[in-house]
């Protein structure tokens, strides 16, 4: 059993910054693929950033692609997102994800692949 929490979200104006944290107990995080997803008001959740168990890659969708970063750090047993540039439209519950020994692009991206979810954490973003 994976747990998974969340946090660093609030309100931020558009063309700021957040940094989200996601915290793992229970189990090394060095087998599982980390993923971000994101779900607004009326709206699936959708893909935001991952990387594999490897930690060689990164993915990210399209939308955030170029102002967002994620990265791990498997010593902390923990994985971040940096959001840049934030606009109105990001605004969403992240929801930080462990996917075990997902390694692939299309794995990272599907949502049905992941184990263990968090709680998400709320980031709002005004005009």
């Known amino acids: 059993q994976v747990q998974l929490v969340e946090s660093g979200g609030g309100l931020v104006q558009a063309g700021g910054s957040l940094r989200l944290s996601c915290a793992a107990s229970g189990r090394a995080l060095g087998s599982y693929a980390m993923g971000w997803f994101r779900q607004a008001p009326g709206k699936e959740r959708e893909f935001v950033a991952a990387?594999?168990?490897?930690?060689?890659?990164?993915y990210y969708a399209d939308s955030v692609k170029g102002r967002f970063t994620i990265s791990r750090d498997n010593a902390k047993n923990t994985v971040y997102l940096q959001m840049n540039s934030l606009k109105p439209e990001d605004t969403a519950v992240y929801y930080c994800?462990?996917?075990?020994?997902?390694?692939?692009?299309?794995?990272?991206?599907?949502?049905?692949?992941?184990?263990?979810w968090g709680q998400g954490t709320q980031v709002t973003v005004s005009s």
């Open positions: 994800a462990a996917g075990y020994r997902i390694a692939t692009m299309t794995r990272s991206r599907d949502r049905r692949e992941y184990d263990y």
């Open positions: 990387v594999p168990w490897s930690g060689f890659s990164t």
